[in-house]
Structures are given as C-alpha cells and as structure tokens.
C-alpha cells in the first residue's frame, strides 16, 4: 500500500518537474531569442559597426526613429558629420526623407534656428541660407521673394529683401527708430515726424560751406577734420545743403512736383519727413566752384570716393545702387555714420540699407 502511494507521489513530482522546466525553457526560449531592442538594428541590416556608431551617438534609448525608419545607410553618414546632434535626430530623419539635398545640407537646415519642415529646401535656399547678411528670421520674405522673381541669385535675393525691395517705396513706411542715433535711417521706408529737429544743431561758419545754415554738432566737427586734412592736400571742399527741416523739404519737393511730376520727381528728391537731410547728419558737398552736374569730374569728387570713410562719412547713394537706395546717383551726397560702419561699409562697399537691416535693426553678428 504504501509503496504504491510513494511511487504515485514520485510520478506527480516528476510530472511536476517536468512542466516545470517547460516553461523555464520557454521562458528562455523567448528571453534570449526574442530581439533586443538594440539588435532590431542588426536585423533592420545594420553592420555590427554601424549598430555601435548608432548607440555610441544617440544611445539605445532614442533609437525609434531609426526603427520605424528602417535601413538607410544615410543614418550613418549623418551621424559622422561633426555638426551631427542627436537631440535633432528625429528631425534628420524627417528631412531626409522630404528633401533631396547632401547630407552635409540636410545637417545644416535641421540645425539652422528656424527649421520648418514645411519651407520648400533645396539647394538654392541653402544658397541663401549660407550667404553673407542672411538673416534667419526673413526667410519667409526670402522664399515668397524668390517665388515672384525665379531668376535672381541668391545674394541679390538677399540684398533686395534685407533692403525691403519686396515692399513697394513710401507704402506703409514706419516711423524710423531714433534710440539708433547716429545710426538711424530715413529712406523710402523709414520717415521722421513732422515736427523732428535734432537736438544738437550748430551753425556752419562760412568758411567750411554756405553760411547760416546747421548740421548736428558731431556730423560738423568730423567735417572739419576732413575739411581741414583735405585742404593740406589741395582739395577744397564746400558744404551747400546740411539740414533742412520738414518744412524746407516739403517746399523743395512740392517745387520739383510741380515742375516735373511726382514720378520724376521721386527719383532725386525726398518727400517730406523722408528725406536724410532732415537727420542733420547728411550733408551735400562740392567744391567752392562745382555745381551738382559737373562734381563727378572734380578732384573732390575722387577724394572724397577714397577718404570720406576715414572721418565716418559715407557716399548714400552710390552709383549701381539706385534701385536699393531708391534714388539716383548722387556724387555730393555724403552721411555720417561714424568711423567703424562707414570703414565697413567701404571695406564691403554695400548701401545702408544692407548694413542697416542686417547690423542695426537685426543685430546680426560680423562675419
Ligand atoms: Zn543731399
């Protein structure tokens, strides 16, 4: 009897044990063959080598994307780039998939401080993008720009739109920002108020230009310097026009509107509360004898063209520049900046609208 209830008992056990190590090799089963998340990558196709480049740069934990990506030899080579971060992982990816561009480009855009899968890359906007004076929070108005006008290169694109180009002249014009002082700009798209006049007028003394009129106080004192260096050179210099109060100029332009037309007349002189004379920081020079027409072919002309800079002048509306300036070429026409933007602005010969937008308004940093 008690035999056969031990033998009963031994044949539950073994039952027992047997079930038993069933399910610890099933357990096993599954635990050792069912892929790691790590090892999804090897069966995605990845090399051993790349599995290791994949978790040494983003670590296992931010691997799903390159999962639901599946195999794409890109992965790698975007993870060898140096400017390669993986907190924009996911973004690279993205982008690989929506633009046709190296590597080296996709990088770029993605880290780029206003990335938007929805702007339209390619490699003409990574022109943009990587040109001189771009500035990343126009690059709507660049796009929308370079829709409307298709065969324009990429620096020209730039310069148009820093300079407002993709706005009509005297249309919405804002009032100028005057907390930028010397470096504050009035032109077709930046006015004064009516009733602006600046603080610190002197008056000019008949030695240096037509007596009785006033230019702002620093503007005047870089003159003379430049006056008095020029004169030990042979060169004489002669200020006909420094500042003109809104009034004056509504006067000059209600003339030359009745004699030529508001078309005409907008080419060569400034509406009221538009015009740069009203600064007291612009000052038209000739020579004692020269007229308008005919400075271009004086000595003065060429001295100024090669010195003006040196005392913080700079030529306004140069010549080629007429469509960023808005007016025509004015050899006499000269404003002061001071010394380190206007050596820049000759060093780099761009209008002031260009350094403007990108220096002043936006405060860009020098390349
Ligand atoms: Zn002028």
Redesign the pocket.
């Known amino acids: 009897m008690r035999s056969k209830k031990n033998r009963k008992k031994i044949k539950k056990f073994r039952i027992f044990l047997l079930f038993l190590s069933i399910v610890i090799v099933i357990f096993l089963i599954v635990f050792f063959f069912s892929p790691k998340e790590k090892d999804k990558l090897l069966q995605l196709g990845y090399t051993k080598e790349e599995k290791n480049i994949i978790l040494n740069k983003v670590g296992e934990e931010n691997i799903d994307s390159i999962l639901k990506y599946g195999y794409n030899k890109n992965i790698i080579l975007l993870m060898k780039e140096k400017a390669f971060q993986k907190e924009h992982l996911k973004q690279y990816i993205e982008a690989l998939s929506l633009f046709q561009l190296p590597i080296k480009d996709i990088i770029f855009i993605v880290n780029s401080e206003n990335y938007n899968k929805r702007y339209p890359y390619d490699s003409y906007l990574v022109s943009v993008m990587k040109s001189d004076y771009y500035i990343p929070s126009y690059l709507d108005r660049y796009i929308k720009y370079y829709q409307n006008n298709k065969n324009i290169k990429s620096e020209e694109l730039i310069t148009r739109v820093n300079s407002n180009l993709d706005y009509p002249f005297y249309t919405d014009s804002q009032k100028t920002d005057l907390s930028k002082g010397y470096l504050m700009i009035v032109n077709k798209y930046y006015h004064l108020d009516r009733d602006y006049v600046p603080q610190n007028l002197v008056t000019i003394s008949s030695e240096y230009g037509r007596a009785g009129q006033q230019v702002e106080e620093k503007t005047y004192k870089q003159y003379i310097k430049m006056y008095q260096d020029a004169k030990k050179e042979g060169i004489h210099l002669y200020i006909i026009?420094p500042y003109r109060s809104y009034a004056r100029q509504n006067n000059l332009y209600q003339n030359y509107v009745a004699r030529d037309g508001k078309q005409e007349a907008d080419t060569y002189s400034a509406r009221p509360g538009f015009s740069?004379?009203q600064t007291g920081l612009?000052l038209?020079i000739l020579s004692p004898t020269s007229t308008m027409d005919n400075f271009i072919t004086t000595k003065e002309y060429h001295w100024l063209l090669k010195n003006a800079y040196k005392y913080g002048f700079i030529l306004r509306y140069p010549k080629g520049k007429e469509y960023i300036t808005g007016y025509m070429f004015?050899s006499?026409?000269y404003r002061y900046v001071g010394e380190e933007v206007s050596t820049y602005i000759q060093k780099h010969q761009i209008t002031y609208e260009e350094y403007y937008a990108y220096f002043v308004k936006e405060k860009q940093n020098k390349k």
Do not use: R
């Open positions: 026009s740069e004379h612009a038209d004015e006499w026409h």
